[in-house]
Structure formats: C-alpha cells, structure tokens
C-alpha cells in the first residue's frame, strides 16, 4: 500500500537564530538563578552549557510552578499539569515561541535525553506539595519521612534524576556512571538540606527522618525551638554530613566515566557543593545562626581551576 507524502505531519523546527535567542535566554536563567550550579556550566563546551542551561531552566519554571504560594496545592499541581503538556507538545515537534521549551527541546534531541526523566524532574519538583501545610505556627511538626530510604526516595525524585540527566549530556558510555549519579545527587541534596534546615522548618517542612531524629534523641520540634540546641543536634546532622560524603566519593568514581571534554565540570560541581558541606562542619554545623555559603571568590577559585583541568 502506498503512501502520499503531503499527508505526513510537518514537525516544526527552529531556525539557527530563533536557537540562538533561545538559549540566551536558557543561560540567562540559569547565571542568575544557579547559585552553585552555574560555576559548572560555565567550564563546559558551549554546545552542552546551553543543554544544561535549558534544562535548568526547565527546572526553574517547574519551581517557580510548585512554589507559588498565591495558589493551593491542587492549582499547582495542575498548572504543572499544564506545563508539562507544553513541554511533550513541544518535544512531539509541534511549534512552540517558548525560549525555554525551544532550548529543552534541541537538547533533548541532540542528547538523547529520555523523555521520562524530564518527567520525573517536573513532578520531583511537585514531592513537597504532596506533604504541603501552613508555614510553622507553632504546631507540632512532624518528619515527613519514617525511614532513610523514603527519604533517599524523595532525594533521587528531586536530585539524582538531575544527575542523571547530565550525564546525558556530559557523555558516558560505562553504565555503571548511572548508579554513580544517582549516588552523587543524593550527596548534593543532603548537603542542600542540612544547610537549609532552618529555612525548611520555617515553612513546615522537615525532612529529616523519623528514624534518625529517634536515634538522636530528638524530635522534629526540636528544630523549631526559638533557641535551638546546636549540641543536641549536631551528631545528627554530622550523621546525615557522612551519608553526603559517601555520595561524593562516588562522585569521584564518576568523574573519569563521563566524556572527557566535561570532567571538569563535574569536578567543580562536586566541589563546590563539597567545599559548601566541609564549611558547615568547620562551623559545628550551625547552620541557624546564619546561613553557610561558599563566597563568589571561592566559587570562582575552584571554576578557574576547573578551566585549567579542561586546557591542561
């Protein structure tokens, strides 16, 4: 049986320039909404700097979807819902003006990028609704999580998915680079979430298990507490800082399986976010009296470092 060519569909396809507008707008999001991130896109290729900018864009319209406090849990969960029938209307070739939805869409072209994991990084950034309430008002809080691996659950939804897809990008032919990912992302949200405890808290949020607060003798109000007690919660936090470490050793394992044009990127990742977590346990791991961060000069260091790694 034949078939008239003129009846297929014509998918659409950006021109070079609407591209090029299009991931300068990718890249933009990502220099000033990417804290840590950013200082690693900027030691890759230009070719995969603009992919990980595009996905991290897409990212950032997912957060800023599931973080709106104007709406209720089920008005975010639908324009999630909304969005990500832009993005698989966009990634079936229909025509789209989006600059975000143009950049995720070369990208994932070019790379391969499995439509499933741009899936799971929409709805990671959804997990927290699932457990949403009021910011803490003097309630009693409670550990969202029973056990570390609920925990490590939420952790690969919200992080190691991520790992996953830059490795798409970055390039790598050993499978045993995925494991590898997933571990080093649960290292950087471990990390995210010790340093972030008392912003968590603030809004209800307590991420840390169940399990683990019995096992230091504490309980998730014990992180709400005006004067909070940085000695009786210190151990657990160095607990979780262990777990974090594991990860970026098997960060380091990482490093050599992916393509080498972008090693060092991930090392300046895996640094930074590293570096971030070391400076906490300098501090005792008091993460309430102010927030710990890495300085832009730091950050910086350790990307010129990353360009040397790259030239060298």
Known sequence: MST?????????SPTPSQLDMAYSVCRSIARSAAKNFYYGFAVLPRRKRNALSAVYAFMR?????????TLSPE????RLADWLDKVHRALA????DDPVLLGLTDAQRTYQIPVGLLDQLAYGTAADLDHAQPAYTGAPLVARYQTFEQLRQYCYGVASVVGLVCIKIFGYRDPAAESLAEHCGLA????NIIRDVKEDVAMGRVYFPQEDLAQHGLSAADLATPQVDIACIRPLLAMEADRARDGYRSGEELIPLVNEDSQPALWVLITIYRRLLEKMAANQYDVFSERVRLTVPEKLSVMGKGILKRLL
């Not at 008005?75 to 639908?78: A, F, G, T, V």
């Not at 950087?188 to 990390?191: A, D, M, R, S, V």
């Open 4 to 12: 008239v060519a003129g009846n297929a569909p014509v998918q659409f």
């Open 61 to 69: 319209r997912c957060d800023d979807i599931t973080d709106d406090a």
């Open 75 to 78: 008005d975010r969960h639908n």
């Open 93 to 96: 070739a229909q025509p789209t």
């Open 188 to 191: 950087f949200q471990l990390t």
